[in-house]
């Protein structure tokens, strides 16, 4: 027997329409065999996928051409010139967030920002596009709330509506181009891995996590350079983007079912609950143990 032969099943999605040529679809493969997804597309469509988490492959033209997307990855794809059916394979335990959009709804967002976004431009409007990039930390928090929708039915398409937007609008904040042309400082690639660097050690100690000033002082850049440095790369101050990923940690340790709410909230920094619960109500407009509660319910 071949063992190269992997364990393949039919798998299936959540499309969620979101306007006349604008849908959002995700997918979950909690099995421990890959599942192989399929979708017509038409040409008019530009798509945006990205892996939250594990490994995935698209397969074009009959099985001739493949891609492979990673975790914490995207891919766009845009061929005017030929339809681009979704044929997946979604690895066991990987997350996939798909949004397609019409070039013609897609315009009509963009309609000023049109020589901004370089596929849009004349030269090139009517050729194909490909692009990979990383996943934000800002884009991974709207992709696990869409993958974890659990708010009531009649509110969903609204719900993803707005996430929709949010998604496409992180996604080409975090052009490199326009990073570049409107904050010089980033050009300068150390400077970037010094954000960086500033990001992880707040996650690695975001129970307690340095001062401002201690912070900077540690990846070795002044205070205003941190400032200015961590909103162009994460879109967010470092205060509230640390607060939107502890708020997200408390809620999967929340849904693990391991840990109470007080020890939820010590974990991300809370040495009383009170304090907990009124944080996690501001980030989710609901209590920690509503929110439990609504996971059963």
């Not at 891609?67 to 891919?75: A, G, K, P, R, T």
């Not at 709207?142 to 509110?155: A, D, E, G």
């Not at 052009?175 to 970037?192: G, K, M, Q, R, W």
């Not at 500033?198 to 002082?217: F, G, H, N, V, Y």
Request: hydrophobic share 35%; net charge neutral.
């Amino acid at each position: 027997m071949n063992s190269d032969v992997k364990n393949v099943a039919r798998g299936t999605f959540s499309e969620t329409k979101i306007d006349d040529g604008f849908f959002v679809l995700t997918y979950q493969n909690e099995n421990i065999y890959t599942e192989v997804i399929e979708r017509a597309i038409d040409s008019s469509f530009i798509q945006f996928h990205f892996c939250l988490k594990g490994s995935s492959k698209f397969i074009f033209n009959e099985g001739r051409y493949a891609l492979d997307i990673l975790e914490e990855n995207s891919l766009l794809l845009y061929n005017p010139q030929r339809d681009l059916p979704i044929h997946l394979e979604l690895n066991p335990n990987s997350w996939l967030v798909s949004v397609l959009i019409s070039i013609k709804k897609f315009h009509s967002l963009f309609s000023q920002e049109a020589d901004y976004i370089t596929f849009l431009s004349d030269d090139n409007k009517d050729k194909k596009y490909y692009k990979d990039g990383k996943i934000s930390p800002s884009m991974a928090i709207v992709l696990t709330q869409l993958i974890h929708y659990n708010l009531n039915q009649s509110i969903k398409n609204l719900y993803f509506k707005g996430k929709a937007y949010e998604l496409l609008s992180l996604y080409f904040n975090r052009s490199e181009d326009a990073n570049i042309e409107h904050c010089p400082f980033l050009v300068d690639e150390t400077n970037v891995i010094k954000i960086r660097k500033a990001k992880d050690i707040i996650i690695a100690r975001m129970a307690e996590p340095p001062s401002l000033q201690e912070l900077a002082d540690e990846i070795g850049l002044n205070l205003k350079k941190l400032k200015e440095g961590f909103k162009q790369i994460y879109g967010d101050s470092v205060f509230s983007f640390l607060f939107d990923y502890k708020m997200e940690f408390a809620r999967k340790l929340l849904e693990s079912g391991e840990h109470n709410v007080n020890e939820v909230g010590l974990k991300v920094g809370y040495s009383t609950s009170s304090h907990f619960i009124a944080a996690f109500k501001k980030k989710y407009g609901t209590t920690p143990k509503k929110y439990l509660m609504s996971l059963t319910s």
